[in-house]
């Protein structure tokens, strides 16, 4: 049972496996905009649109399960980036389908141009929606998608 919260919107924004590299792992796909420039965008964005956001990476499956968890606690709404666990992490789906929040699948690249086995998402069922090929802006519009969300919701 989601939890009645007062206050802004909170997000809980999460990035998967190798997403600390970004600038730096294949720049011709990913950019060569840096994973820190990425979140200080992603906080000025979020900032202007009056919501709270807490952006968390980590290379590990275990910790990306820890952090949709501790999502329940606090957030209206999760922004995730799988990256690689997006087509075979069924401990991060069920955490996903658990927490019962309305969650946006970010990927920087176009996966349904990509190699085959990038093209199935295990995550997609159990989100709300998907956004792909944009880039960082993509992060931008999955913070915006998911304060609609909200809004509606309590409508």
């Given at each position: ?11 809980s924004l999460i ?141």
């Amino acid at each position: 049972m989601q939890l009645t919260r007062t206050g802004p919107i909170r997000i809980s924004l999460i990035h998967g496996p190798n997403l600390n590299m970004l600038g730096v792992r294949d720049p011709d796909i990913y950019g060569k905009e840096t994973f820190e420039s990425v979140n200080r965008k992603i906080e000025t964005h979020a900032k202007s649109l009056g919501l709270e956001v807490k952006i968390q990476q980590s290379n590990s499956e275990g910790a990306i399960v820890d952090f949709v968890q501790d999502a329940l606690a606090w957030a209206s709404a999760i922004v995730i980036n799988p990256a690689a666990y997006t087509h075979y992490s069924y401990a991060i789906r069920d955490a996903i389908a658990d927490s019962r929040l309305p969650t946006v699948e970010v990927h920087l690249s176009n996966v349904h141009a990509r190699e085959e086995f990038r093209r199935h998402s295990v995550i997609s069922p159990v989100a709300t929606g998907q956004i792909v090929g944009f880039g960082p802006y993509g992060y931008l519009l999955a913070l915006e998608a998911a304060k609609n969300l909200i809004e509606e919701s309590h409508r």
